[in-house]
């Protein structure tokens, strides 16, 4: 749907359509440690597209080198900025690692609308846990970890600080601008984010073979490519999605069915849809059509001939 894109190498054939969340780890960096690490995420908001965790790692004594290179809040920089800053974070396979883990908005749906729900500070908490248990298990020694946090920062802490003992753990506000490898992490996620909108390919206009299909590739053009930033308040994102409604079968898997915004735009727009139950249709009728001594009585009781407790 989009120009060529800039190749982002946590993204691993940018001509498949995402469909399942995954996580991408960058080489283990070979000197000594301990290390310290930062977490961040881009995309929470949005209801269009992934969710993504970043993670970025250097050697504690590398923290004064760090200071130099220009990392910061990623949503204070341009674009061209925090695609030559991860460049730098890949620059120096030695010193420098990151990771990401992207929530596919399939998953992010998927869990959010079960019962019980997987609420997505769950789903954040989970993709934390499991960036910083695999660098561990790569052999990194990790002394201190920040995250960036946008609730409540004492909980999170302190569970943290349970699951991985020994590290100290910092949660703060703003951790992206407090600290320069948070804000390498915000960058790694932001640039993995925004590469996967920019050149979304669309599930559905891929046939079995992952090839484009003559009439499929009409429906995508229908889609349109100008997602805006897949943020509810992005006027772009407003038109996309109105225009995009298909009454009957809804939206594609970009969209993340469990925002608000999309379930409102279904409930205005979309077809009713009346889901029967052919089995419970069929026990009420014959209960319904029974007559006489049978008329109330239960539809099991009825079909095996149970006339007392005894018979059982």
């Not at 120009?3 to 399942?20: F, G, K, N, R």
């Not at 989970?126 to 020694?141: F, M, P």
């Not at 601008?177 to 979304?200: L, P, Q």
């Not at 992952?210 to 889609?223: F, L």
Request: overall charge negative; charged content about 25%; aromatic content about 8%.
């Amino acid at each position: 749907m989009a120009e060529e894109q800039t190749h982002v190498p946590s993204i691993a054939d940018p001509s498949q359509p995402l469909t399942a969340s995954y996580t991408y780890h960058s080489p283990r960096p070979t000197t000594k440690g301990p290390y310290i690490l930062g977490v961040d995420e881009a995309g929470r908001g949005p209801v269009l597209g992934p969710m993504v965790y970043g993670v970025a790692y250097c050697p504690a004594a590398y923290q004064d080198d760090l200071e130099t290179l220009g990392f910061a809040d990623s949503k204070t920089l341009n674009a061209a900025t925090r695609s030559t800053l991860l460049d730098t974070l890949c620059s120096d396979p030695t010193n420098l690692a990151w990771s990401v883990r992207v929530l596919a908005p399939q998953a992010i749906s998927s869990g959010m609308l079960r019962r019980p729900p997987t609420n997505l500070n769950r789903q954040s908490e989970d993709a934390t846990i499991l960036l910083i248990r695999e660098v561990l298990q790569s052999g990194v020694e990790l002394s201190d970890v920040f995250v960036d946090a946008l609730g409540p920062t004492k909980a999170w802490e302190e569970n943290l600080s349970r699951q991985f003992p020994g590290i100290n753990f910092t949660v703060t506000a703003k951790a992206d601008s407090k600290f320069k490898i948070v804000g390498a992490a915000s960058v790694a996620a932001k640039v993995t984010r925004d590469a996967w909108i920019e050149g979304w390919v669309f599930e559905e206009a891929c046939d079995e073979a992952g090839e484009d299909d003559g009439d499929k590739v009409m429906d995508e053009r229908k889609w349109g490519d100008t997602l805006g930033s897949g943020y509810p308040s992005d006027p772009k994102t407003q038109a996309w999605i109105k225009s995009s409604l298909e009454p009957t079968f809804g939206f594609p898997s970009l969209v993340r069915f469990s925002w608000t915004t999309i379930k409102v735009a279904l409930e205005k727009n979309g077809h009713s849809v009346e889901w029967i139950d052919e089995g419970q249709a069929s026990l009420t009728k014959a209960f319904e059509s029974a007559t006489g001594r049978d008329k109330d009585r239960s539809a099991v009781t009825r079909d095996l001939h149970l006339r007392s407790v005894g018979m059982l």
